[in-house]
């Protein structure tokens, strides 16, 4: 993959990037209607491709938060059509390298020394690149070394790309862009804590020192020696990338083992520490044949706050929906921000029986003892709900904001983690905080 010599940190700069790309997509847009002309029966296949492939193209070039969005979007199973999914995926795995001198520019920086000065070993290409920053290998007194690195200019460049964003998300999700300014402040500070390697460090440390005793999951040794604002030490760790390890054909036993182990691990930080890694793409997961699983990055972290969590659990409670629970229903919908008092009935109405039907089907996995993730069936009646509502004109057309700002990481952890365990095609005990049984 060809090397890129230097990352665009300027707002001037990376605002008219946002405008070239725009400006390629209404080329797309133009060639897809005229060749439309001609034939008819043309569907709309190529022009997603050539889009996906400009907008990539160019998030890949500024790197940073325009870079995290594609990966958080490739995430998405039911937000795009397939051609910007398997596009933007390649933003957890493989995004266009730094080249080396701006990698000796950042250790001169951030530690004082060059990477050759430091470790027996270094490899100048690296051998992963994403959102936020590559990584190398290096050796170091026989042992084996991962080096993240951090791209330049990447956290001056957050807020003001979330600005731009800001109206392109108010106008596709339709709502009031006052009303999304809490949404954006809690995505702009989560994204400026993954930039601060020094916490994700300490963070690394402390979790999965918490999480040691978990059987079957392991973490890398780190080291704050050779860490810095910019770059994080770590052991390296052997495993498998999931889609490497699904062409082995693991059996189902295996299968489920590794698939409750990732359960088990976000079951213990959710309600034992309150708080989690919130990252669950699946460049952040090794998979070994004997079952056990590798955890990396967390550089996104969300903790929880006591009342929101109470809250947020308490709708997979199996007895909110049942007849009889009206009055403490709505108590929790308006503290989780699904209704609100200047709701007219009808839309109270409305927002009621589409969060109750939301709930139980996303609940559902806490109503069993034993749930199949490889469940068809229950993956498309989730796509199905997603696209009706998408659909729905008076859905659409109400412009408030539903939802609490604190609930953003947590779904974006339960979708990951329900996607990784259907492509896992894993059966898993489902285990539940006493308070909830």
Same mark, same amino acid.
């Given at each position: 993959?060809?090397?890129?010599?230097?990352?665009?940190?300027?707002?001037?700069? +990376?605002?008219?990037?946002?405008?070239?790309?725009? %400006?390629?997509?209404?080329?797309?847009?133009?060639?897809?209607?005229?060749?439309?002309?001609?034939?008819?029966?043309?569907? +709309?296949?190529?022009?997603?491709?050539?889009?996906?492939?400009?907008? *990539?193209?160019?998030?890949?070039?500024?790197?940073?938060?325009?870079?995290?969005?594609?990966?958080?979007?490739?995430?998405?199973?039911?937000?795009?059509?397939? %051609?910007? #999914?398997?596009?933007?995926?390649?933003?957890?795995?493989?995004?266009?390298?730094?080249?080396?001198?701006?990698?000796?520019?950042?250790? +001169?920086?951030? $530690?004082?020394?060059?990477?050759?000065?430091?470790?027996?070993?270094?490899?100048?290409?690296?051998?992963?690149?994403?959102?936020?920053?590559?990584?190398?290998?290096?050796?170091?007194?026989?042992?084996?070394?991962?080096?993240?690195?951090?791209?330049?200019?990447?956290?001056?460049?957050?807020?003001?790309? !979330?600005?731009?964003?800001?109206? !392109?998300?108010?106008?596709?999700?339709?709502?009031?862009?006052?009303? $999304?300014?809490?949404?954006?402040?809690?995505?702009?500070?989560?994204?400026?804590?993954?930039?601060?390697?020094?916490?994700?460090?300490?963070?690394?440390?402390? &979790?999965?020192?918490?999480?040691?005793?978990?059987?079957?999951?392991?973490?890398?040794?780190?080291?704050?020696?050779?860490?810095?604002?910019?770059?994080?030490?770590?052991?390296?760790?052997?495993?498998?990338? !999931?889609?490497?390890?699904?062409?082995?054909?693991?059996?189902?036993?295996?299968?489920?083992?590794?698939?409750?182990?990732?359960?088990?691990?976000?079951?213990?930080? &959710?309600?034992?520490?309150?708080?989690?890694?919130?990252?669950?793409?699946?460049?952040?997961?090794?998979?070994?044949?004997?079952?056990? $699983?590798?955890?990396?990055?967390?550089?996104?972290?969300?903790?929880?706050?006591?009342?929101? *969590?109470?809250? *947020?659990?308490?709708?997979?409670?199996?007895?909110?929906?049942?007849?009889?629970?009206?009055?403490? #229903?709505?108590?929790?919908?308006?503290?989780?921000?699904?209704?609100?008092? #200047?709701?007219?009935?009808?839309?109270?109405?409305?927002?009621?029986?589409?969060?109750?039907?939301?709930?139980?089907?996303?609940?559902?996995?806490?109503?069993?003892?034993?749930?199949?993730?490889?469940?068809?069936?229950?993956?498309?009646?989730?796509?199905?709900?997603?696209?009706?509502?998408?659909?729905?004109?008076?859905?659409?057309?109400?412009?408030?904001?539903?939802?609490?700002?604190?609930?953003?990481? &947590?779904? +974006?952890?339960?979708?990951?983690?329900?996607?990784?365990?259907?492509?896992?095609?894993? #059966?898993?005990?489902?285990?539940?905080?006493?308070?909830?049984?």
């Amino acid at each position: 993959m060809k090397e890129q010599e230097q990352i665009p940190t300027s707002k001037v700069q +990376r605002a008219m990037r946002f405008a070239r790309t725009g %400006a390629k997509v209404g080329g797309n847009y133009v060639k897809h209607y005229s060749k439309k002309l001609l034939d008819p029966s043309l569907d +709309r296949e190529n022009l997603h491709q050539e889009n996906a492939r400009d907008i *990539y193209h160019s998030l890949s070039e500024l790197k940073g938060s325009a870079l995290k969005a594609a990966q958080m979007i490739s995430m998405q199973h039911d937000l795009l059509p397939a %051609a910007y #999914r398997n596009q933007f995926s390649q933003a957890q795995y493989s995004a266009p390298p730094l080249s080396y001198p701006l990698v000796v520019k950042t250790f +001169r920086e951030c $530690l004082g020394r060059e990477p050759g000065a430091l470790f027996d070993a270094f490899t100048k290409s690296a051998v992963n690149a994403a959102s936020i920053g590559q990584v190398h290998r290096a050796e170091w007194q026989g042992q084996v070394l991962a080096i993240k690195i951090q791209y330049p200019g990447v956290a001056n460049s957050i807020v003001s790309d !979330l600005r731009m964003l800001r109206p !392109l998300a108010a106008r596709i999700l339709n709502v009031n862009g006052r009303e $999304l300014d809490s949404f954006m402040e809690e995505i702009a500070q989560k994204m400026l804590e993954e930039t601060d390697y020094e916490l994700e460090l300490r963070r690394s440390q402390e &979790i999965s020192s918490a999480c040691a005793h978990l059987e079957g999951v392991f973490f890398p040794r780190y080291y704050p020696e050779f860490s810095g604002k910019r770059i994080i030490t770590m052991e390296w760790l052997e495993g498998l990338h !999931l889609a490497d390890f699904l062409k082995t054909n693991p059996s189902q036993d295996t299968r489920d083992l590794v698939g409750q182990r990732l359960w088990d691990f976000y079951h213990y930080q &959710i309600h034992e520490l309150f708080k989690l890694h919130a990252d669950p793409h699946p460049g952040n997961f090794l998979f070994r044949p004997d079952g056990t $699983l590798g955890i990396l990055d967390f550089g996104c972290v969300k903790e929880i706050p006591e009342s929101f *969590y109470r809250n *947020y659990f308490g709708m997979v409670r199996r007895d909110l929906l049942a007849e009889g629970n009206e009055a403490e #229903r709505d108590i929790l919908f308006r503290n989780m921000g699904f209704i609100y008092d #200047r709701d007219s009935p009808s839309e109270r109405r409305m927002f009621t029986e589409l969060f109750c039907e939301m709930i139980e089907l996303l609940a559902r996995p806490f109503h069993s003892d034993v749930f199949d993730f490889k469940d068809e069936t229950y993956f498309k009646q989730i796509y199905a709900m997603s696209e009706r509502v998408q659909a729905d004109r008076n859905v659409r057309s109400n412009k408030t904001v539903r939802g609490k700002k604190d609930a953003i990481y &947590i779904d +974006r952890t339960y979708f990951g983690i329900y996607h990784i365990l259907h492509d896992l095609g894993a #059966r898993i005990q489902i285990t539940r905080p006493d308070w909830l049984k």
